[in-house]
């Protein structure tokens, strides 16, 4: 499988065709064929940063003929907003669950 390849397979993943990637992207679907034609390397850099950009992936990483996800948190940091995020849901659903006895017990009296 190509590099051309792997990236025509993101785009529909993302968006669901080529068609709506282009649209999405602000290039036209004229454009991203070429650039499956004729290659990630003999493109425009603009069109393949608009393209990385959308995908969130490393221009710099295509360019040499890889996927490379661009990743705003390590992993670490990822495993910890996601512990939060379980652990404030989980406190919040613990203060509704209080809330919902509260309310039945002031219905009781």
Do not use: W
Not at 73 to 95: C, F, H, P, S
């Amino acid at each position: 499988m190509t590099i051309e390849d792997e990236l025509r397979e993101l785009m529909i993943k993302k968006s669901g065709s080529v068609n709506k990637f282009s649209q999405e992207c602000g290039l036209s679907q004229s454009t991203i064929f070429t650039i499956f034609k004729r290659g990630v390397k003999n493109s425009n850099i603009n069109s393949i940063i608009a393209i990385c950009k959308l995908l969130d992936i490393s221009a710099d990483a295509l360019a040499d003929g890889k996927i490379v996800p661009i990743h705003s948190m390590t992993d670490q940091e990822q495993l910890r907003a996601d512990l939060l995020t379980k652990q404030n849901y989980a406190k919040l659903l613990g203060y509704y669950e209080a809330l919902l006895q509260s309310q039945k017990d002031e219905e009781l009296k």
